[in-house]
């Protein structure tokens, strides 16, 4: 059984830097995961993933040079490291994966990959960013 628990959130002003962290145990060696923000009112949007078979990292294009995607296998953990934050990256974030997946590149990003009996959610770290 997979269970995901995000941590490191919190208040803080532009500019600033946070380090996310999803603690990951059940997480298979074949598995994709991912970091989702979702902001009020707004859809659930992927903005970093990784596949555990290659590593190779994807980002969406409002992630790409301030966000970084990491994981340690031996610690079941995934990271999410935020620099220059902004007020527009205000949002609960969302650690996800999802076992039995061979998903690369911008796929990692698709929610749909996230879905079904094989894909897994935390409940959320909130990051709220003033101005």
């Known amino acids: ?6 941590s490191g959130g919190g208040s803080v002003q532009a500019g600033e830097s946070l380090r996310l962290s999803c603690a990951a145990s059940g997480v298979t060696d074949n598995s994709c995961m991912a970091w989702f923000r979702q ?3 707004k859809e659930r949007e992927g903005v970093a993933g990784i596949a555990h078979h290659h ?5 969406a294009d409002s992630a790409k ?3 970084t995607i ?3 296998n031996a610690k079941n953990m995934m990271y999410l490291q935020i620099y220059s934050l902004k007020p ?3 949002a609960m974030y969302y650690c996800t ?3 039995s997946c061979s998903g690369s590149g911008a796929g990692l990003l698709n929610p749909a990959v996230y879905r079904g009996p094989d894909a897994y959610w935390g409940q959320g770290t909130q990051v709220t960013v003033s101005s």
């Open 39 to 41: 902001a009020p009112g």
């Open 55 to 59: 590593g190779t990292p994807a980002y």
């Open 97 to 99: 994966a999802r076992t």
């Open 1 to 6: 059984q997979v269970q995901l628990v995000e």
């Open 70 to 72: 990491s994981h340690d």
């Open 88 to 90: 527009e990256d205000t």
């Open 65 to 67: 040079g301030r966000f």
